[in-house]
């Protein structure tokens, strides 16, 4: 029976053959039964005209073309195909959705709030939307808050909350109050909200916020309004007719805020319009609009009072106003010389890092030339110690400006000198610590050009030579840093004049003599020059013939 089943297998497939008829699917699989019984699995031809071998699928056999999870280098997740034979699994390749860790923006619920996801540190899937941080108020911006009487509150740098609310008054704010000699004034809330400024005494007081009609400019008929404050009345305004507005941004110049400036609000005007705005502290530059002014070129001024209603800082220019429209303005208020009475300025010295005592210093020279003007210095010698025990002095009725100075002194071993240059602004006091270096530094001197005019041409007013010399505060012809006389006698005609390379800082006496066949016959004496470390002074001295 065998036989026969065998021979009529031979003569189908022999007559597939010969016929050009398919067995099977090209590429298809299927279970067999191999080698000693094993399970296994054959893959049809790829002309489909029969099955390939049996093969076993012993330990490290699969299904061909069958994927399968796995963990790559790494430890990376990825994915393995069985080989076409189902001999064994292909390399496991990484499968990546995103870059471990980077980040995307995102739209999240249904609110559909922007965000940000992230990607999961083994790179398969995106971290859930998470809603950037709403924003609350625009930074820095300010509003009104109530705790007790009505302030300011600053919303954050970052915009998501507003800041606390604590002040006793509305920075600006006036209220009534009674003044010296129980007059009824006004008191305006300081820039901080932190308390009342002094009571004021104005006949000009109006109730805030009020208007009343007028006469304004020409006669014409106008309306004028009392600021806030109601310290006092604006300027009245033309009812009506062309007019436009100056949009106003102001600093307080170097001291940059209302409190250290001594400002309680700011005053604007330009032709007939006025208005007055409370300084706000915490703003460095603020702003205010001027309606109301006529069209056409104008001019403004911008003035910076104390509580009192005295200008401690102004400026003023011109702007061009369109009829309907508004001119930009920036203004940098300066401090009004006095305006806040003079300075007294404290110096406060050392020497190379000691006390008086220490260095042995009994006596100090102390020099202090006028803004620009090194030719004309105050000088004076000092105890080293004042009366209270400091070490130092005061130097009062200052304006605002630029000082130059000279700290000058001989101690036990060693002299001092140092210089420099202290700034005024005006304020009621201002301090100033001096640590005075050894002289011996070479950052200790300076130099001094001295040219002269004797009355006459040398040849004219008989002048063949000039006697020349530096006389120090003691008296005596001074010598410069390396120890020589500045003593000189030169040619009348040296257009050179005398230079003094290396004097140590200072003040001197300039003498210069014009001499005739030996003797003096012209001169001048007695002139005050202050020398700075590190600095070149040029001076020129005008004698006279003697009688």
Request: aromatic content about 4%.
């Amino acid at each position: 029976m065998k036989a026969c089943f065998a021979a009529l297998a031979a003569s189908l497939a022999a007559c597939s053959a010969t016929g050009g008829g398919k067995l099977c699917t090209a590429g298809a699989t299927q279970a067999c039964s191999g080698t000693a019984g094993c399970s296994g699995v054959q893959t049809c031809s790829e002309d489909g005209t029969a099955w390939g071998g049996c093969a076993c699928l012993d330990a490290g056999g699969c299904t061909p073309g069958e994927s399968q999870g796995c963990q790559g280098p790494a430890g990376c997740p990825g994915l393995q195909t069985c080989a076409y034979d189902g001999t064994g699994w292909s390399g496991c390749s990484c499968t990546t959705l995103c870059q471990p860790n980077d980040t995307a923006a995102c739209i999240e619920g249904d609110a559909g709030c922007q965000g940000t996801e992230t990607c999961t540190a083994d790179g398969t899937s995106w971290g859930a939307c998470v809603c950037q941080q709403s924003t609350l108020c625009s930074p820095f911006a300010e509003q009104s808050c109530a705790i007790g009487p009505p302030c300011f509150q600053v919303c954050a740098a970052d915009g998501s909350a507003w800041g606390s609310c604590s002040c006793v008054c509305t920075p600006g704010a006036a209220s009534s109050c009674t003044g010296a000699n129980g007059c009824a004034g006004t008191q305006l809330c300081t820039s901080g909200g932190t308390g009342w400024g002094t009571c004021s005494c104005d006949e000009t007081n109006c109730q805030p916020d009020s208007t009343q009609s007028c006469t304004g400019a020409g006669g014409c008929a106008g309306t004028r309004s009392c600021p806030a404050s109601g310290v006092k009345w604006g300027a009245c305004q033309c009812n009506g007719g062309d007019v436009g507005a100056l949009d106003f941004s102001w600093t307080l110049g170097a001291a940059g805020a209302c409190e250290p400036a001594g400002v309680a609000y700011v005053e604007l005007s330009a032709a007939d319009a006025g208005a007055l705005f409370p300084c706000r502290a915490a703003d460095a530059t603020q702003t205010g609009a001027l309606a109301g002014v006529p069209a056409g070129a104008t001019a403004y001024q911008a003035a910076g009072e104390a509580a009192a209603q005295t200008a401690v800082y102004q400026a003023q220019g011109s702007a061009t106003v369109q009829a309907g429209g508004s001119a930009p303005v920036s203004a940098t208020l300066a401090a009004v010389p006095g305006a806040l009475g003079a300075s007294q300025l404290t110096f406060q010295w050392t020497f190379g890092g000691q006390s008086c005592a220490t260095a042995g210093v009994s006596q100090v020279t102390l020099t202090v030339s006028a803004p620009g003007d090194p030719s004309a210095p105050d000088q004076a010698v000092l105890p080293c110690t004042d009366g209270a025990g400091a070490d130092g002095t005061a130097v009062a009725g200052l304006a605002a400006g630029s000082y130059p100075f000279v700290v000058a002194a001989t101690g036990a071993s060693a002299t001092y000198h140092g210089s420099g240059t202290v700034h005024v602004d005006g304020l009621p006091a201002d301090a100033l610590a001096v640590d005075v270096p050894l002289a011996s530094e070479a950052s200790a001197t300076g130099s001094l050009a001295i040219t002269w005019t004797l009355g006459a041409p040398c040849a004219d007013g008989g002048v063949d030579h000039v006697h020349v010399f530096l006389v120090d505060p003691q008296g005596a012809i001074a010598s410069d840093a390396t120890g020589a006389t500045t003593e000189q006698t030169l040619a009348c005609g040296d257009a050179a004049g005398a230079v003094y390379g290396t004097l140590l800082p200072g003040g001197y006496f300039v003498d210069v003599q014009g001499l005739g066949g030996g003797a003096v016959i012209s001169q001048s004496l007695g002139t005050q020059v202050a020398v700075l470390a590190g600095g070149d002074v040029t001076l020129s001295v005008a004698g006279a013939p003697l009688p």
